[in-house]
Nanobody, 124 residues
Framework: QVQLVESGGGLVQAGGSLRLSCAASGRTFSSYAMGWFRQAPGKEREFVAALNWSGGITYYADSVKGRFTISRDNAKNTVYLQMNSLKPEDTAVYSC?????????????????WGQGTQVTVSS
């Protein structure tokens, strides 16, 4: 059983920073890829960032490139999303996802497991 639990969301002013955490359990993840997605009210869920667990290769959506950083802590089985220079348009529910293959993907239907999400609100 794979479980993903997000934490670290909250309210922040524009220009501020937050770090989201995704604690993964139930499996060894050496062959997995991890992703972060977000969904704002009334909008489709969109890709944010992805990471290859074993190799640490990363990929970002253009909208967050240069501001967000995805990383992992192997000892803690945890994936992070460091979000800097936040904008009001970053407001959304952020969800962690896991894919049981190592190749990076940006489509939500390519992922097998999902967390419940954590709310990020950026005020203007």
């Amino acid at each position: 059983q794979v479980q993903l639990v997000e934490s670290g969301g909250g309210l922040v002013q524009a220009g501020g920073s937050l770090r989201l955490s995704c604690a993964a359990s139930g499996r060894t993840f050496s062959s997995y890829a991890m992703g972060w997605f977000r969904q704002a009210p009334g909008k489709e869920r969109e890709f944010v960032a992805a990471l290859n667990w074993s190799g640490g290769i990363t990929y970002y959506a253009d909208s967050v490139k240069g501001r967000f950083t995805i990383s992992r802590d192997n000892a803690k089985n945890t994936v992070y999303l460091q979000m800097n220079s936040l904008k009001p348009e970053d407001t959304a529910v952020y969800s962690c996802a896991a894919r049981s293959r190592s190749s990076l993907r940006t489509m939500e239907d390519e992922y097998d497991y999902w967390g419940q999400g954590t709310q990020v609100t950026v005020s203007s």
